[in-house]
Every structure is written in C-alpha cells, then in structure tokens.
C-alpha cells in the first residue's frame, strides 16, 4: 500500500504539472483507499511529497475528479497536524468557491473539507463567516433539503459557526429560521430533531432571530414536542422535553419575542405554558415558572397576571416542594412572585392571597439561590407596604435569619438582599416595634456596614434606616451605634469627595438624629465635625448646603 501510495503521488504531481487529467482520476482513488486504510499514515506521506499545494489548482477546474478532491482535503484534515497545512496551502478560498456549485456530491464533500479544517478554530470560522458562508449555507439547506447528508452537512456547520457572536448577524439576515422550522417539521427521528435543537438554541439568543423564530412558528413545533413527550419516561424523550422548554423559555428573553407571545395575556401560547405550572413534570413546572417570570418584565403583563389569578398557581407549586423539594423550581417560582410584586397595584393583592406566608416556609432553606429569591420577594412585596412590614419586622425568625445571612460572605448576593430587606423593614413600617425587634436581633451593626457600601442606592436605604432607628429609639441603639463605630464612618462618608449629595444630606440629619445621646455626642465634638460641616455650607447642592447651616447651628448650640 505504501509503494502504490507513493507512487500514486508522484504520478499526482507529474500529471498536475504537465496538465494531463487521464491518470489523476486513478490516484486520487488510490489516495482515498490509502486513507481509508490508514488515515495518520497517508497524511503524512501526502504532507511529507507535497501535494496538498496543487490541490488548489485541482479544484479550480471543475470535473469528475472535483468531489474526491474534496474527499481527500476532508479525510486529511480529519487529523489536527494537518489542518494548518491545508490552510498555507491556500485550500480554503477555492473550497469556498465551491459551495456555489449545484453538484450535490461536490458540495457535501466541500461541506466535510471545510469542516474538518476549520474544526474548533475560531479564528478560521471567523474567516469563513467574513467570506460570506453562511448566506451560501441557509441557500443549499432550502435547496437541497431533500439530500439528507447535504442537511446533516449544513447543520453541523451552522451549530459550529452559530457560537461565534459574528455569526448572528449574518444568520439574522438570512431566512434561517424559515428553513429550520421547515426542516424540523419534517423530522421524525429524535436524532435529527436534537442536531436542529443543537442549532436553535445558540441563534435564539439573538433577540433578531428570537422574533423570527417565534414568526416562522417554532413555538408550535415546541408545544408539539412538549405534548408528545411529556407523559413518556424513554431517555430521549424526557431529554426532548427538557430541550423543548428551555428553548420555549429562552425566547421568551426577547422583549419582542414575550411581547408577541402574551399577546395581551390572551395569547394561546401563553395560556399553553400557564398549563404547565400544576404539570406532574419537574421540567414542565420549572419551564413554566421561568415564563411568568419572563412574561412579567413589564407592568401591563404583571398586572394583568395577577388579575387572572397565577398567583395562585405559583403559592400551590411552591407548596408543592416545600420538603424535600426541587430547588430550580423555588427558584423559579420565587423569580416569578418577584416579578409579579414590582407595580404598587399588585402588592397589595399578592398580601391578601398569603404570599408571605408560602415564602417564609422557605425561610430554613440552605441554598443560596432561594434565599437571594425569597429576600427579593419579600423586599418588593413590602415596598410602600407599612402594615405588612411592621408584621414582618416584628417577626422574631424572620429577623434572625436575615441577621444571620447578613454574615453570608460567600454568597455577596444574599448578604447585599438580606441588608437591604433589613433597611427596608424599617424604612417601610416605620415602627419602634421593628426597630426594637431589629436592634435585639443585633441588625444594627450590618447596617452600619452597609452604609459603607460601594452601592449609593445601598447607602442611601442603610442610612435612612439608621436615622429612623436613632428617632424612635435612640437609647436601645447607643451601645450598637458606639460598637459598630457610625460617628466615624459618618464622619469619614461627610469628608468623601465622592459621596453623592443625598448620602452627605443623610448623614447629616443622621448626626443631628444621634446627639441626643450623651456617648455618641463626645464622639461627634472629639471628631470636630463643626469644620467638615462648615465647608459643606458652600455646597454646589442646595439642600446639602442648607442641611449644613441647620447642622452647623445645632452643633454649635450643642457644644
């Protein structure tokens, strides 16, 4: 085999150089066989005598011998110390060329060489993507949707080149999602529908082709798949129904794309996935708790889900995974609630259906992805909400807790939520029981800390709080406010040039809040907080500079 092969080699080279094509077409064979023979072997003989530069010349001229050609490139470059060679040999511009042509056998082996070159290189997918492949692509899928091999081709190319972000634009300009509906239509097999899933899902993240989709009916396609599979316990299907719904949910991520498919709350997709909330199926519950949560990202869409009572359907999914539940559907259930409690007009609502009380249930939980959920909802329920926070406030374990997670180095998410609810139970209820209940739960020293919080909007809720807290019950609060150092940090977020307006305003009413307090009063002389004050009166903000002279002057009296 080996003779044959060199032989056959340079045969190749002679008939390529004097132009004869008689004896090409029995080498190129003899090349093929080798390689199916012994892959590593023969690329590197045909590496080794030079061959792959006339390969250009080879391919240029169109002819029988064109799609072995082809052959030959793609099993060369199946071994990954051959694909540079094939690139210095210049056999990706003429490869290219060829995908223009109408014989099938020429553009699936072409399809194959191009491939296998630029395998797992961006840098080369980069390049076919600026030669403009992939209009040529989404052409030969509609031409040739017949010839499956052709299909399978263009498939494996676009989920390659559809992970580079340079590619969105391309497909978004194309009628590719027309054609993928098209094809998956077709489909049968779980095979074939997976590889058209494996392109599907990185193009929908485009919001351009999230819409297109959504217009070519891939939804419908979804809900089919979702319908056949979801009683079925076969592998693939319970992977079918997983894919499906994810995909659901990932085009619900587009503005555009949600907007059309609530369609007022009366869409019937819409009504489809509201159906999969009380579903026996884990995926089915969490898909759909995931699209309320993305169909509640405006407030018409909210209000109206409210209305028509999906709060309901998420308080009995969540009863339902209470103990021992599943964690990615408290997640997303809580997500929804969340979102559901942003407009004022809704908070009210989801308090008297007992929303609290289902999310406190969640309250032992140990992972950190609920908790962050659950601190969320209940922020946004009690938001303008006074009686239900000072219900919440003067719940002793729900304020333990958020003390405890106020400590949750690990998990920044939870601690920056736990110290917001904290403020905002205060801030909200504005009740001496709360700040009783906070201060003997010792909360005050975190939000003392948070003060100094790279978040303005942080500082600002932890300063308001702590200025409450000093107004209805200086005395409880001293030995804390001593402890947690506020006069310093107060005095060092007055000295900051970058503290925004509303942060030294805050802190100021906070100074004048604490004087009263015998302690906390020496602290203020020793620091000389008159002079930090004083510069302040010239301040470019006018109520910072007017609370300064008011400041100034209750400093002065006090001194």
Known sequence: MADNLSE??????????????????????????????????????????????????????????????????AEVAKNEFMRSPCVEAGLIPPLVQLLNCKDQEVLLQTGRALGNICYDSHTLQAQLISMGVIPTLVQLLGVHSQNMPLTEMCLIAFGNLAELESSKEQFASTNIAEELVRLFRKQVEHEKKEMIFEVLAPLAENDVIKLQLVEAGLVECLLDVVGQTVDSDREEDVAQL?????????LLLGDESMQKLFDGGKGSVFQRVL?????????????????????ARNDGNCIHMVDTGIVQKLLDLLDRHVEEGNVTVQHAALSALRNLAIPVVNKSKMLTAGVTDVVLRFLPSEMPPVQFKLLGTLRMLIDTQADAAEQLGTNRKLVERLVEWCEAKDHAGVMGESNRLLSALIRHSKSKEVVRTVIQCGGVKHLVTMATSEHMIMQNEALVALGLIAALDLDSAEKDFVGATLVPVLHKLLMEEKSAPEIKYNSMILICSVMGSEPLHKEVQSLAFIDVVSKLRTHENKTVSHQASLTEQRLTAQS
């Open 8 to 73: 056959a080699l340079k045969t190749l080279k002679l008939s390529s150089a004097d132009g004869t094509s008689d004896s090409v077409e029995s080498c190129l064979d003899c090349l093929l066989k080798a390689l199916a023979h012994n892959n590593v072997e023969a690329s590197e003989k045909i590496q080794e005598m030079g061959v792959l530069p006339m390969m250009p010349s080879l391919l240029a001229t169109q002819n029988s011998c064109t799609p072995k050609v082809a052959n030959i490139i």
């Open 242 to 250: 997983k894919t499906a719904s994810d995909l659901m949910v990932l």
């Open 275 to 295: 159906s999969w909330v009380p579903s026996n199926s884990h995926q089915l519950q969490l898909a759909g708790a995931l699209a309320i949560a993305n169909f």
